[in-house]
Protein backbone atom coordinates (compact mmCIF):
# COMPACT_ATOMS: atom_id res chain seq x y z
CA UNK A 1 0.00 0.00 0.00
CA UNK A 2 1.12 3.41 -0.97
CA UNK A 3 1.94 5.58 2.42
CA UNK A 4 0.29 9.57 2.68
CA UNK A 5 1.61 11.64 0.21
CA UNK A 6 1.50 15.22 0.20
CA UNK A 7 2.14 17.62 -2.30
CA UNK A 8 4.36 19.89 -3.06
CA UNK A 9 6.64 18.86 -0.88
CA UNK A 10 8.88 22.17 -0.45
CA UNK A 11 7.52 25.86 -1.41
CA UNK A 12 8.50 29.66 -1.50
CA UNK A 13 5.55 32.26 -1.11
CA UNK A 14 5.97 36.03 -0.53
CA UNK A 15 3.73 37.49 2.40
CA UNK A 16 -0.01 37.96 1.41
CA UNK A 17 -0.01 35.28 -1.10
CA UNK A 18 -2.15 32.22 -0.66
CA UNK A 19 -1.21 28.72 -0.89
CA UNK A 20 -3.01 25.63 -0.77
CA UNK A 21 -1.28 21.99 0.06
CA UNK A 22 -2.59 18.71 -1.25
CA UNK A 23 -2.64 14.98 0.94
CA UNK A 24 -3.54 11.84 -1.19
CA UNK A 25 -4.29 9.65 2.29
CA UNK A 26 -3.76 5.66 2.59
CA UNK A 27 -6.30 3.80 -0.06
CA UNK A 28 -8.95 3.28 1.69
CA UNK A 29 -8.17 5.80 4.87
CA UNK A 30 -11.34 8.03 5.44
CA UNK A 31 -10.10 10.24 8.03
CA UNK A 32 -7.48 12.89 7.50
CA UNK A 33 -5.56 15.46 9.60
CA UNK A 34 -3.79 18.53 9.44
CA UNK A 35 -0.66 19.15 11.83
CA UNK A 36 2.35 22.13 11.48
CA UNK A 37 5.22 21.71 12.78
CA UNK A 38 7.68 24.68 13.67
CA UNK A 39 10.84 24.77 15.99
CA UNK A 40 9.22 26.66 18.22
CA UNK A 41 5.40 25.45 18.97
CA UNK A 42 6.26 21.63 17.57
CA UNK A 43 3.13 20.06 16.41
CA UNK A 44 0.24 21.33 16.36
CA UNK A 45 -3.48 20.13 15.03
CA UNK A 46 -4.87 22.28 12.57
CA UNK A 47 -8.17 20.70 11.36
CA UNK A 48 -9.69 16.52 10.81
CA UNK A 49 -12.12 15.91 8.29
CA UNK A 50 -13.83 12.66 8.34
CA UNK A 51 -16.17 11.42 5.17
CA UNK A 52 -15.82 14.93 3.79
CA UNK A 53 -16.91 16.50 7.01
CA UNK A 54 -14.59 18.84 9.06
CA UNK A 55 -14.70 17.65 12.77
CA UNK A 56 -12.76 19.03 14.86
CA UNK A 57 -10.45 22.04 14.30
CA UNK A 58 -7.30 23.69 16.13
CA UNK A 59 -6.89 27.11 17.21
CA UNK A 60 -6.03 28.36 13.93
CA UNK A 61 -6.95 31.89 12.74
CA UNK A 62 -9.84 31.40 9.87
CA UNK A 63 -7.07 32.15 7.29
CA UNK A 64 -6.28 28.19 7.92
CA UNK A 65 -9.09 26.05 6.00
CA UNK A 66 -9.11 22.78 4.43
CA UNK A 67 -11.14 20.57 3.02
CA UNK A 68 -11.93 16.72 2.40
CA UNK A 69 -13.04 15.17 -1.53
CA UNK A 70 -15.61 12.55 -1.68
CA UNK A 71 -11.91 10.12 -2.71
CA UNK A 72 -10.98 11.01 0.90
CA UNK A 73 -8.00 13.24 -0.83
CA UNK A 74 -7.60 16.51 1.35
CA UNK A 75 -6.04 20.17 0.49
CA UNK A 76 -5.88 22.68 3.13
CA UNK A 77 -5.50 26.50 2.00
CA UNK A 78 -3.85 29.16 4.10
CA UNK A 79 -4.62 32.89 2.52
CA UNK A 80 -2.94 36.28 3.48
CA UNK A 81 0.30 34.52 4.51
CA UNK A 82 2.66 35.65 6.97
CA UNK A 83 5.90 34.63 7.74
CA UNK A 84 5.49 32.95 10.77
CA UNK A 85 3.00 30.92 8.68
CA UNK A 86 6.55 29.41 7.25
CA UNK A 87 6.63 25.33 8.91
CA UNK A 88 6.11 21.97 8.12
CA UNK A 89 3.05 21.21 7.23
CA UNK A 90 2.15 17.55 8.18
CA UNK A 91 -1.04 15.72 6.75
CA UNK A 92 -2.01 12.37 8.37
CA UNK A 93 -4.81 9.70 7.64
CA UNK A 94 -6.31 7.45 9.90
CA UNK A 95 -8.69 4.64 8.88
CA UNK A 96 -11.34 4.97 11.25
CA UNK A 97 -13.39 7.08 12.97
CA UNK A 98 -11.67 8.18 16.18
CA UNK A 99 -9.21 6.18 18.34
CA UNK A 100 -7.42 4.98 16.11
CA UNK A 101 -4.05 5.08 14.62
CA UNK A 102 -2.34 7.57 12.34
CA UNK A 103 0.21 7.75 9.54
CA UNK A 104 1.81 10.61 8.58
CA UNK A 105 3.36 11.59 4.99
CA UNK A 106 6.58 13.55 4.48
CA UNK A 107 5.19 16.78 4.44
CA UNK A 108 5.23 20.08 2.75
CA UNK A 109 7.97 22.62 3.91
CA UNK A 110 6.48 26.14 3.29
CA UNK A 111 8.45 29.14 3.40
CA UNK A 112 7.34 32.45 3.40
CA UNK A 113 9.34 35.41 2.43
CA UNK B 1 -8.45 19.85 26.34
CA UNK B 2 -5.64 17.49 26.46
CA UNK B 3 -2.13 18.83 27.29
CA UNK B 4 1.09 16.61 26.90
CA UNK B 5 4.43 17.14 28.33
CA UNK B 6 7.53 15.56 27.27
CA UNK B 7 10.85 15.42 29.31
CA UNK B 8 13.81 15.25 28.71
CA UNK B 9 13.65 17.67 25.43
CA UNK B 10 17.44 16.27 24.74
CA UNK B 11 18.36 12.87 25.46
CA UNK B 12 22.62 11.69 24.46
CA UNK B 13 23.37 8.08 25.32
CA UNK B 14 26.31 5.96 24.29
CA UNK B 15 25.48 3.08 21.68
CA UNK B 16 24.35 -0.30 23.37
CA UNK B 17 22.77 1.64 26.51
CA UNK B 18 19.44 2.35 27.25
CA UNK B 19 17.30 5.37 26.68
CA UNK B 20 13.92 6.16 28.50
CA UNK B 21 11.62 9.00 27.57
CA UNK B 22 8.84 9.79 29.62
CA UNK B 23 5.16 11.48 29.06
CA UNK B 24 2.17 12.94 31.22
CA UNK B 25 -0.91 13.74 29.99
CA UNK B 26 -3.55 15.79 31.65
CA UNK B 27 -7.10 14.05 30.22
CA UNK B 28 -8.12 11.39 32.03
CA UNK B 29 -10.25 10.10 29.35
CA UNK B 30 -7.38 9.28 26.76
CA UNK B 31 -7.37 5.95 26.05
CA UNK B 32 -4.84 5.37 23.19
CA UNK B 33 -1.06 6.68 23.48
CA UNK B 34 1.26 6.18 20.59
CA UNK B 35 5.30 7.70 19.81
CA UNK B 36 6.35 8.50 17.20
CA UNK B 37 9.40 9.04 15.82
CA UNK B 38 10.90 11.64 13.16
CA UNK B 39 14.49 11.35 11.49
CA UNK B 40 15.42 15.05 9.45
CA UNK B 41 13.87 16.35 6.37
CA UNK B 42 11.02 13.35 7.17
CA UNK B 43 7.48 13.22 8.71
CA UNK B 44 7.00 11.52 11.78
CA UNK B 45 6.50 7.56 11.92
CA UNK B 46 4.54 5.56 14.22
CA UNK B 47 6.94 3.16 16.17
CA UNK B 48 4.71 1.69 18.79
CA UNK B 49 1.92 2.76 20.53
CA UNK B 50 -0.24 1.42 23.63
CA UNK B 51 -4.56 1.71 24.51
CA UNK B 52 -5.08 1.85 28.08
CA UNK B 53 -6.53 -1.76 28.94
CA UNK B 54 -2.76 -2.52 28.65
CA UNK B 55 0.20 -1.77 31.19
CA UNK B 56 2.78 -2.72 28.81
CA UNK B 57 4.01 -3.20 25.14
CA UNK B 58 7.02 -4.65 23.53
CA UNK B 59 8.26 -4.71 19.97
CA UNK B 60 12.06 -5.82 20.21
CA UNK B 61 13.94 -3.11 21.33
CA UNK B 62 11.33 -0.63 22.01
CA UNK B 63 8.93 -0.91 25.28
CA UNK B 64 5.98 1.57 26.11
CA UNK B 65 4.84 1.39 29.51
CA UNK B 66 1.49 3.20 30.94
CA UNK B 67 0.35 4.12 34.35
CA UNK B 68 -3.29 5.05 34.03
CA UNK B 69 -3.25 6.11 37.69
CA UNK B 70 -0.64 8.41 37.67
CA UNK B 71 -1.60 9.31 33.97
CA UNK B 72 1.79 9.09 32.81
CA UNK B 73 3.63 6.92 29.79
CA UNK B 74 7.08 6.22 29.22
CA UNK B 75 9.20 4.94 25.93
CA UNK B 76 12.25 2.24 26.64
CA UNK B 77 14.71 1.35 23.97
CA UNK B 78 17.29 -0.97 25.07
CA UNK B 79 20.54 -1.40 23.03
CA UNK B 80 20.39 1.33 21.48
CA UNK B 81 22.41 2.39 17.97
CA UNK B 82 23.68 5.30 15.93
CA UNK B 83 20.33 5.16 13.97
CA UNK B 84 18.02 4.94 16.73
CA UNK B 85 19.34 9.23 16.95
CA UNK B 86 16.43 11.36 15.89
CA UNK B 87 13.41 13.36 17.58
CA UNK B 88 10.76 11.41 19.63
CA UNK B 89 6.94 12.75 20.00
CA UNK B 90 4.26 10.91 22.64
CA UNK B 91 0.56 11.44 21.73
CA UNK B 92 -2.34 11.17 23.61
CA UNK B 93 -5.67 10.84 22.17
CA UNK B 94 -9.11 10.90 23.45
CA UNK B 95 -12.34 8.72 23.17
CA UNK B 96 -14.02 11.61 21.67
CA UNK B 97 -15.56 11.11 18.26
CA UNK B 98 -12.33 12.37 16.17
CA UNK B 99 -8.42 12.00 15.39
CA UNK B 100 -7.26 14.90 17.49
CA UNK B 101 -3.93 13.56 18.43
CA UNK B 102 -1.88 16.00 20.67
CA UNK B 103 1.48 15.79 20.85
CA UNK B 104 4.54 16.00 23.48
CA UNK B 105 7.36 18.95 22.91
CA UNK B 106 9.58 16.07 21.48
CA UNK B 107 12.79 14.56 23.19
CA UNK B 108 16.00 14.72 20.73
CA UNK B 109 17.95 11.47 20.84
CA UNK B 110 21.55 11.24 20.02
CA UNK B 111 23.47 7.96 20.48
CA UNK B 112 27.35 8.26 20.05
CA UNK B 113 28.96 5.37 18.29
Known amino acids: KAGVTQTPRYLIKTRGQQVTLSCSPI?????VSWYQQTPGQGLQFLFE???????NKGNFPGRFSGRQFSNSRSEMNVSTLELGDSALYLC????????????FGEGSWLTVV | GENVEQHPSTLSVQEGDSAVIKCTYS??????FPWYKQELGKGPQLIID?????GEKKDQRIAVTLNKTAKHFSLHITETQPEDSAVYFC????????????FGAGTRLTVKP
Open chain 1, 49 to 55: YFSETQR
Open chain 1, 27 to 31: SGHRS
Open chain 2, 27 to 32: DSASNY
Open chain 2, 50 to 54: IRSNV
Open chain 2, 91 to 102: AALGPYNNNDMR
Open chain 1, 92 to 103: ASGDTPSGNTIY
